[in-house]
C-alpha cells in the first residue's frame, strides 16, 4: 500500500511537468510503457481490473436510470412489487430445470432458497427488458464504454473449423464442463443464425485436468481427423456423465468412425502432444472458465450466455 502512494505522488509531481502521452502506464530509461508492453498475464489482468470497474459502474447508472423511471412508470413498479405473488411450483421447477447445471441441490431441499432466487430473477429481468426498451428509443446514450480485452494470436490449424466468415469465434470449453453442455444448444442456435458471418473454432481446455476431460479431448482431436468432429461433440454433450455411452465402441459406431481407427489414433503420441499444447495455450491466454468465447483474438464472455457476444456480431 506504501509503495503504490509513492508511485501516485511521483506521478501526480511528473503530470505537473509533462501530461503522460495516451494509454501510457510508465517510463524508464527514456523509453514509455504501454499496456500492450506487458507481458500477455499482466495485459489479461489489466483488463479484468478495468473490465470489474466498467461492471460496477455499469451497473450503478443502471440502478440510477430504473429509479428514476419508476417515479413514473407506475405499471412497472407494480410488476416488481408483485413479482413474488402466486408463484407456482410448476415456474419453479422449470426455473430449477433451466438452472439445474448451475445448482447442485435437489429440488425438494433448496425450495425456499429456490423462491427467492426466481423472485429476485424476474425482477432482474423486468428491470433489464425496461433498460433495453429505453435504449431502443434512444432515450439512454451511455457514455462509459466497456474495455477491450488484450489482443491475442490464437493457433487454429488442426482445430475443428466450421464456417468461413470473415470473423473468427474461438470456443474453449470442455466435454465434461456442465454449463459447456448447457451451452451447447445456445452455440449451435448462434452459428445458425451468424454463419454467414463467423467461422467457428473449437478449442480444448479441461480445467481440472481429469482423466474423463482429457479422455474425451483426445477422442475429440481423434473424430476431428476422421471429419466426424461435430457429431462427435453433439453425441458426448447429450450424454455427458453416462459413460457407458462414451465408450471408444459407442463414440465410434455414433460417429460413423472405424473402432480400430479411433484407437489408433487416441494412441498416438501426437494425439496427447496436439491437447497438451492447447492446454497450454490455454493456460497463456488465461482460461479460466469453461466455456469461454474470443473474437478475432479477444476474450468477450464465458459461460452459457451469448448474448454479448451476439450483439457485437450483429454490428461487425
Not at 499496456?35 to 461492471?55: G, H, T, V
Not at 451511455?142 to 491475442?152: D, E, T
Amino acid at each position: 500500500m506504501r509503495i503504490i502512494k509513492l508511485l501516485t505522488i511521483l506521478f501526480l509531481v511528473g503530470c505537473v511537468h509533462e501530461l503522460p502521452e495516451e494509454n501510457e502506464l510508465y517510463r524508464s530509461g527514456g523509453k514509455t510503457y504501454k499496456l500492450e508492453d506487458l507481458s500477455s498475464e499482466l495485459q489479461y489482468e489489466a483488463f479484468q481490473i478495468e473490465k470489474k470497474r466498467y461492471e460496477d459502474l455499469l451497473e450503478i447508472v443502471s440502478k440510477q436510470i430504473i429509479n428514476d423511471d419508476l417515479k413514473s412508470n407506475k405499471a412497472l413498479k407494480q410488476k416488481i412489487e408483485n413479482a413474488d405473488k402466486d408463484i407456482s411450483d410448476l415456474e419453479l421447477k422449470n426455473y430449477y430445470q433451466k438452472n439445474k447445471a448451475k445448482i447442485p441441490y435437489e429440488f425438494n431441499t433448496i425450495k425456499k432458497q429456490l423462491e427467492k432466487m426466481y423472485v429476485q430473477s424476474k425482477i432482474q429481468k423486468l428491470k433489464s427488458n425496461r433498460l433495453e426498451e429505453l435504449s431502443s428509443q434512444k432515450n439512454i446514450q451511455l457514455a462509459i464504454k466497456p474495455p477491450l480485452s488484450p489482443l491475442f494470436k490464437i493457433k487454429e490449424e488442426g482445430y475443428p473449423v466450421k464456417g468461413d466468415g470473415r470473423l473468427t469465434v474461438v470456443e474453449y470449453a470442455d466435454f465434461t464442463c456442465p454449463i459447456c453442455r448447457s451451452a451447447f444448444g445456445e452455440v449451435e442456435g448462434f452459428y445458425a443464425r451468424n454463419k454467414d458471418k463467423v467461422r467457428f473454432v473449437y478449442k480444448y481446455f479441461h480445467r481440472d485436468n481429469s482423466y474423463q476431460g482429457k479422455r474425451l479431448a483426445k477422442l475429440g482431436f481423434c473424430a476431428h481427423q476422421s471429419n466426424k468432429f461435430w457429431e462427435y461433440s453433439k453425441h458426448v454433450y447429450e450424454n455427458q456423465g453416462k459413460y457407458s455411452q462414451l465408450t471408444t465402441d459407442v463414440l465410434a459406431k455414433k460417429t460413423g468412425i472405424k473402432t480400430e481407427d479411433l484407437t489408433t489414433c487416441y494412441r498416438d503420441k501426437k494425439t496427447e502432444e496436439f491437447v497438451k499444447n492447447s492446454m497450454k495455450e490455454a493456460k497463456k491466454l488465461n482460461v479460466i472458465a469453461t466455456p469461454s468465447f474470443y473474437l478475432n483474438g479477444r476474450f468477450i464472455t464465458s459461460g452459457d450466455n451469448l448474448s454479448l457476444l451476439e450483439g457485437l456480431i450483429k454490428n461487425l
